[in-house]
């Protein structure tokens, strides 16, 4: 809201007839504007391949803060060439090097763009290098995940600089510095993209999704750590499952877990996975790396007993169910024992709410419009958690995997699409016009 209050009647008239351009556009092409747009991503290729290149011969692993931040100076100085206030939010008190914020105020809908800055290459990985191999592929540490992504972000929004449609959006740019591996506390690490969810209506994402430019993403699931601590009563093995000594600390473990998989397992889009458990006499549990001792006789009932695992769920809806019914299962101990759980939230789950959806099928008639085919959701099992997931609940509307496609990311063998990068810029650039002259989100 930071145009002049004398203009508003003029804004207004012009957001009415880009509106009504934009319906007539819709299924049967593209308006003129839209149509420029998709010449500007054109016309940019060489600059686009550039910037690419460039990021992506930065190292920028997570661990390397000096190389996250070098990255998110060059998208930095790429967004401030189009007018964005930039800001850099210091990292030192989550461990890690930081974000990168661009913000441009304007009229019309709110919309956050979500990167990251990170790749999980870091410096002593042999796989350094951008490489061309045959005229529509390249392959490099984080093109896809998600160098290429950003990429996208800053040309789709110099091509709407270009054909003057910036005007019509506000648009805050987050770069995440540590997305592959995110510093804790995450209420610390993720306070920035909570904040932008906040005040914004509508968040893309930019991730690679499944690499298919006929998919995108609608939801995640979420994950949720948790830690079961039993103890038993400690007594003489022959002395078991008697009165005032009861069953032990390692059978209060064994049905605890059993119970989860009995009444849980199945669950559509549910999982839980116990990974690491120790029972005995003594145990020392070291939470920071996962790992730990016991000591323990086979002559002795286990005094104590140790497992975590993680928990991943679609909604927070099916969350607090299956916590709700976890916590029960935990409650019923055995004779002689006691047992608590306890959660610690990760990501959060994104829903497939009806907004995504409605999103998504914006983003589909888009692409149709550009030619480019149609866009279905991806299975939300296969979607791992990511830094959209952060909007969820705060936003109107979310989609994600709008980024560069290809194929091997996390491997040396990550390779791009390079013919993805001018569709799906073009499909973010016309997909954010829609925005800014359709109905408020
Ligand atoms: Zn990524």
Redesign the pocket.
């Known amino acids: 809201m930071s145009g002049a209050p004398s203009l508003a009647p003029v804004v207004t008239l012009a957001i009415f007839l880009a509106g009504a351009g934009a319906g007539a556009a819709a299924g049967a092409g593209l308006s003129d504007t839209e149509q420029q747009l998709a010449e500007v991503v054109d016309s940019r290729q060489s600059e686009a391949m550039a910037l690419l290149q460039r990021a992506v011969e930065i190292n920028s692993g997570t661990m390397n803060p000096a190389g996250v931040k070098q990255v998110g100076e060059l998208f930095g100085d790429a967004l401030a060439n189009l007018a964005f206030e930039i800001s850099w939010v210091d990292g030192a008190d989550f461990d890690r090097a930081g974000h990168l914020v661009a913000r441009h105020r304007g009229s019309g809908p709110h919309l956050l763009l979500i990167g990251?800055l990170d790749t999980v290459f870091e410096p002593d990985s042999q796989f350094q290098n951008f490489e061309r191999v045959g005229a529509e592929r390249a392959k490099g540490p984080g093109i896809i995940?998600?160098k290429g992504g950003n990429v996208i972000i800053v040309e789709a929004l110099a091509a709407l600089r270009a054909a003057g449609a910036l005007a019509d959006l506000q648009i805050t740019v987050v770069m995440t510095g540590d997305?592959?591996f995110s510093g804790r506390p995450l209420s610390r690490s993720r306070r920035v993209l909570l904040e932008a969810a906040d005040v914004a209506d509508v968040a893309l994402g930019f991730?690679d999704g499944d690499g298919n430019p006929q998919t995108a993403v609608i939801a995640r699931r979420g994950y949720t750590d948790w830690r079961l601590t039993v103890s038993g009563t400690p007594a003489h093995s022959s002395l078991i499952f008697r009165d005032g000594v009861g069953d032990g600390a390692a059978f209060e473990v064994a049905r605890i877990l059993d119970g989860f998989r009995r009444e849980l397992a199945g669950e559509r889009y549910l999982t839980f996975n116990p990974g690491i458990g120790l029972v005995g006499t003594r145990l020392d549990y070291d939470d920071a790396h996962s790992s730990g001792d016991a000591f323990g006789k086979a002559n002795v009932i286990a005094g104590h007993g140790v497992v975590t695992g993680d928990l991943r769920t679609l909604t927070m809806d099916q969350l607090a169910s299956a916590k709700s019914r976890m916590e029960g299962i935990v409650a019923r101990h055995l004779p002689g024992t006691s047992a608590e759980i306890e959660f610690t939230d990760g990501y959060p789950p994104l829903a497939p709410t009806d907004g995504n959806r409605r999103l998504l099928s914006l983003y589909d008639q888009a692409s149709r419009d550009l030619g480019l085919g149609g866009v279905s959701a991806v299975d939300p099992g296969a979607a791992g958690a990511?830094d959209i997931s952060f909007t969820a609940g705060r936003v109107a509307m979310a989609l994600d995997g709008l980024g560069l496609m290809g194929e091997g990311g996390h491997t040396e063998g990550e390779t791009a699409d390079l013919a993805t990068l001018p569709s799906q810029t073009k499909r973010a650039a016309v997909l954010m016009y829609r925005l800014s002259v359709g109905p408020a989100p």
């Open positions: 990251h995940d998600m997305e592959e991730e990511a």
